[in-house]
Nanobody, 117 residues
Framework: QVQLVESGGGLVQAGGSLRLSCAASGITFSINTMAWYRQAAGKQRELVAAITSGRSTSYADSVKGRFTISRDNAKNTVYLQMNSLKPDDTAVYYC???????????WGQGTQVTISS
């Protein structure tokens, strides 16, 4: 059974930082693409950042230069370091594992990130 457990969300002021973690179990972590998505109230879920098994990374334009995705295969964990946070970053952040062209991947339960102005 695949489990993805996110942590690290919270309430911070604009300009602050947070680091999200997602611990995975039940999958061969090292071979899977991992990603972070977010969904703000009343909006569609959007891809924030992704990292492949080869550690290639990609980012949404809105977070480039502020967010960094990384992975620790020894700990089966993916991280999202978020700096220079803005109120527009307020959302529930979800971890995703194993997405391919034909499979949407597995999802965590989400962690709330709230940025106050």
């Amino acid at each position: 059974q695949v489990q993805l457990v996110e942590s690290g969300g919270g309430l911070v002021q604009a300009g602050g930082s947070l680091r999200l973690s997602c611990a995975a179990s039940g999958i061969t972590f090292s071979i899977n693409t991992m990603a972070w998505y977010r969904q703000a109230a009343g909006k569609q879920r959007e891809l924030v950042a992704a990292i492949t098994s080869g550690r290639s990374t990609s980012y949404a334009d809105s977070v480039k230069g502020r967010f960094t995705i990384s992975r620790d295969n020894a700990k089966n964990t993916v991280y999202l370091q978020m700096n220079s946070l803005k109120p527009d970053d307020t959302a529930v952040y979800y971890c995703n594992a194993g997405a391919t062209r034909y499979f949407s991947g597995y999802w965590g339960q989400g962690t709330q990130v709230t940025i106050s102005s």
